[in-house]
Every structure is written in C-alpha cells, then in structure tokens.
C-alpha cells in the first residue's frame, strides 16, 4: 500500500513539472521549454550559409500556426529536394504556390529519366525553347497513346522527336520505361 500510494504522489508531482503518464513532456509544456530555449537577438547563430537560425525558427513558428512552412524561406538546395520526392502532379500543384521553385528544369528532368529512363531527346543538344515540363507532358501523353495502339505511340514518339527511328534506340527506350502496358508491349514485338 505504502508504494501505490508513492506512485500517486510521483505521478501527481510529474503532472505538476509538464510530464504525461507515460513519462513524456506534454506538448504544451514542451513547447513552452523551446520558447524560452530560443536564444535572444544578442545570443543568435549563424549557421554556415549565413542563414539567421532565431529567424527561421521564428519563421517556422508563425507559418505552423498556418498549417506548412514555406518553402521560399529554406535554403534552395533543401527546396529543391523536398519538391524532387513529388510526382508530376503534385509538382503541378505546387507550382502554384512556389512558382519558381517548382518550375525549375532540374525537378522536371528527374521526373522525365526517372519514368522514362531512355528517351533519344536527351543525347541531343536540346532546341531553343525546350522544356523538360512540356516534354514530361508530350512522354506521358505518348505513354497512354502506346498503351491504347503502341503504333500510334511509336509514331507519336517519332514525330516529336523523342525517339530516333532506330531499333537500337526503340528497344533501349522500351527497356527503360516503366508506364508501358506490357501486354501491348508483347503485341508490340510480336509483330516486329
């Protein structure tokens, strides 16, 4: 009796310093602790690139009370991998928000050689105008016209200059790509 009654009183005691039952910090009270943690303006640190950590913190704070931080306020090279982890869709939707983040070319060309892993467009010198988000569209609208006729899909391929009219080329594009229907890709060899 002697120790339920200390684990009453341990317990009420861990309650009163901002711990839970299972001996974790509130949240309440572990946010309180970080606030006060939060180094002054005379005490800031700069991280490497000379960012202002009190700042982002700071930052951090006010944009978790509007649900996402943003992601113009983070150095571009964590933007950048944050937005490289979404599909095209997503991306799409992004660019609403982050227009110049999510139209960089570098995001869209990973999306493009990680779906379509050989297209003959990416050994060319690209042409003036080109844009790995265009051609994301032109591959994916190619996929699905392969996927309903793989001749039109070919010849889709072809007329836009993504692929060579080459069986070399055909069969290394055909090997890397992940969205093609195989029963038309069987179809498809079948009668080569």
């Not at 090279?77 to 982890?85: D, N, Q, V």
């Not at 265009?134 to 190619?142: A, C, F, S, T, V």
């Amino acid at each position: 009796m002697g120790q339920g009654l200390w684990r009453v009183a341990r317990s009420q005691q861990l309650q009163q310093q901002g711990y839970n039952g299972q001996g974790y910090l509130t949240r309440e009270h572990g946010r309180r602790i970080a606030a006060n943690s939060v180094p002054s303006a005379s005490h800031r640190k700069q991280a490497p690139g000379g960012i202002d950590i009190y700042h982002l913190l700071k930052t951090r704070k006010s944009k978790e009370q509007e649900g996402f931080i943003n992601l113009e306020m983070l150095p571009p090279e964590l933007s950048f991998t944050i937005l490289s982890y979404l599909n095209a869709t997503d991306l799409c939707l992004a660019s609403c928000v982050w227009q110049d983040l999510a139209n960089d070319e570098l995001l869209w060309q990973g999306l493009c050689k990680s779906t379509w892993g050989h297209c003959s467009i990416y050994n060319k010198n690209p042409p003036l105008g080109f844009s790995f988000r265009k051609l994301y569209m032109q591959l994916d609208e190619g996929s699905l016209t392969f996927n309903a006729n793989p001749d039109e899909g070919v010849n889709y391929f072809m007329s836009k200059g993504i692929l060579d009219d080459s069986p070399k080329e055909i069969a290394k594009f055909i090997f890397c790509t992940r969205t093609l229907n195989w029963k038309k890709l069987r179809i498809y060899l079948d009668e080569r």
